[in-house]
Antibody
Framework: QLQLQESGPRLLTPSETLSLTCTVS??????????WAWIRQPPGKGLEWIGS???????YFNPSLKSRVTTSINTSKSQFSLRLTSVTAADTAVYYC???????????????WGQGTLLTVSS | QTVVTQEPSFSVSPGGTVTLTCGLS?????????PSWYQQTPGQPPRTLIYSTNTRSSGVPDRFSGSIVGNKAALTITGAQADDESDYYCVLYMGGGSWVFGGGTKLTVL
């Protein structure tokens, strides 16, 4: 069974850079139509897609976050990472990693999820 | 930017049927938006229910179904149970490699 586990800091001060890593186990990592996504959820609010990256490095980003977001992928370790620069209190959220299946022209789905990690941005 | 709209809240009686919808602030939802649906209980990650409008994810009971109703995507729960009380989110593919979540619907079963 596919498992995803987020890791990274729990607390940052404003203007710092967030770096999160997701480790994937129990399934294929480099299949063509598997992308790896980051999604976040501010406390008490809804979900927001941040971006998705393929094992070959193709990326898609939320336009509202694109200027601050980069992603990377390490296929040898079955890990992918998120980097979000210049964080503010508005970036306080639970950050989830997810497998994003992109079967072009057929279906798109976030079909497996990590447990999430809470990031708090505060001075 | 187009907003994906959902009812903020809905209630259903145990055993009843409820249809939650997922629309656009401008325009109509069609299968080419590849609507998907997720269920989330407090403190838990989302659970995938439906994708590609009406395909149930593995292990999802058939009382959950997806469709297009009018100009919106819809999630119908037939024979609602107490543990269906959750937040439900839809996601639409907006084209150009961009996906947008709806604001979510809080479903109460009472």
């Amino acid at each position: 069974q596919l498992q995803l586990q987020e890791s990274g800091p729990r607390l940052l001060t404003p203007s710092e850079t967030l770096s999160l890593t997701c480790t994937v186990s129990g399934g294929s990592f480099s299949t063509t139509f598997y992308y790896w996504a980051w999604i976040r959820q501010p406390p008490g609010k809804g979900l927001e897609w941040i971006g998705s990256v393929s094992s070959s490095g193709t990326t898609y980003f939320n336009p509202s976050l694109k200027s601050r977001v980069t992603t990377s992928i390490n296929t040898s370790k079955s890990q992918f990472s998120l980097r979000l620069t210049s964080v503010t209190a508005a970036d306080t959220a639970v950050y989830y990693c997810s497998r994003h299946v992109l079967y072009i022209g057929s279906y798109y789905v976030f079909d497996s999820w990590g447990q999430g990690t809470l990031l708090t941005v505060s001075s | 930017q187009t907003v994906v709209t959902q009812e903020p809240s809905f209630s259903v009686s145990p055993g009843g049927t409820v249809t939650l919808t997922c629309g656009l602030s401008s325009g109509s939802v069609s299968p080419t938006y590849y609507p998907s649906w997720y269920q989330q209980t407090p403190g838990q990650p989302p659970r995938t229910l439906i994708y590609s409008t009406n395909t149930r994810s593995s292990g999802v009971p058939d009382r959950f179904s997806g469709s297009i109703v009018g100009n919106k995507a819809a999630l119908t729960i037939t024979g609602a149970q107490a543990d269906d009380e959750s937040d439900y989110y839809c996601v639409l593919y907006m084209g150009g490699g961009s996906w947008v979540f709806g604001g979510g619907t809080k479903l109460t079963v009472l």
